[in-house]
């Protein structure tokens, strides 16, 4: 789910309304690669939609992300959402704390927890932070600049 079109369809098939407000939150994020907080995504539809209040941007954000269109992750700063990834199959994800590029984890890691009998687990999110290759050797070079 990349392009508008997908994701207003999906908006759509699950009975959710489309108006032009979630027209423009889905080019948003079909143009968006990596995450963004909801300030951000208020602030940017804020521009177009005066008097759009911040708790009808949150409100959109959690639908679409119940709908499966967005996904949520807890960052140190926040919650941040980003158009849910293209794998169709229960992953994990490796995120750079920088410019948000993420990589899928093929392995689940509640496969190898010890769940007591007499918890029932019915959702679970493993994600891993830090920097990819070129984030890594931006911040090298940054520090053998101030040395």
Do not use: W
Not at 1 to 9: Q, S, W
Not at 43 to 58: H, I, P
Not at 105 to 134: L, N, S, W
Not at 136 to 146: P, Q
């Amino acid at each position: 789910m990349h392009t508008v079109e997908e994701i207003v369809g999906r908006m759509s098939s699950q009975g959710l309304r489309v108006t032009d407000q979630r027209r423009t939150l889905a080019k948003l994020f079909a143009d968006t690669p990596g995450y963004l907080a909801p300030k951000d995504v208020y602030e940017f539809m804020g521009k177009t939609y005066s008097g759009l209040s911040f708790d009808t941007v949150y409100r959109n954000l959690r639908v679409l992300e119940e709908l499966g269109v967005l996904e949520q992750v807890m960052f140190e700063d926040g919650v941040k959402f980003k158009l849910h990834c293209s794998e169709h199959h229960h992953h994990h994800h490796l995120i750079c704390l920088q410019c948000g590029l993420t990589h899928p984890i093929v392995f689940c890691p509640m496969e190898q927890t010890a769940v007591p009998d007499d918890f029932k687990v019915v959702k679970h999110k493993f994600e891993v932070f830090g920097y990819c290759k070129a984030c890594s050797s931006e911040e090298e070079a940054k520090g053998e600049d101030e040395q």
